[in-house]
């Protein structure tokens, strides 16, 4: 089993700074990439950006040039430094981590799981 745990939510003002934190324990061996994701209610949960063990980061449209992510490998731990916060980034912000190699967990180390998900932090961008 693998265990996320966030930190790092919180309220702002517009333009402010934030910085999200989402350690992994447990099975990380069955990793193969992190992200965050955001939700709001009624909307459907999307990606706002994904870093590969090997560092090759994705970062969603509405996010991109306003939002880092990065990793330490050797902690096992995402950040996501989101600044230029506008009132619209107002959301749920879930950890995720991906169990997928070439599409499927590596059940041959033990892992079944295709996303494993954080509880979730709120973030609040206050106009």
């Known amino acids: 089993q693998v265990q996320l745990v966030e930190s790092g939510g919180g309220l702002v003002q517009a333009g402010g700074s934030l910085r999200l934190s989402c350690a992994a324990s447990g099975d990380t061996i069955c990793i193969s990439a992190m992200g965050w994701y955001r939700q709001v209610p009624g909307k459907e949960r999307e990606l706002v950006a994904r870093?590969?063990?090997?560092?090759?980061?994705h970062h969603s449209n509405s996010v991109a040039g306003r939002f880092t992510i990065s990793r330490d490998n050797a902690k096992d731990t995402i950040y996501l430094q989101m600044n230029s916060l506008k009132p619209e980034d107002t959301a749920v912000y879930y950890c995720n981590a991906d169990g997928r190699f070439n599409g499927s967990p590596k059940r041959n180390h033990g892992c079944y799981v295709y996303d494993y998900w954080g509880q979730g932090t709120q973030v609040t961008v206050s106009s």
């Open positions: 870093i590969t063990k090997g560092g090759n980061t």
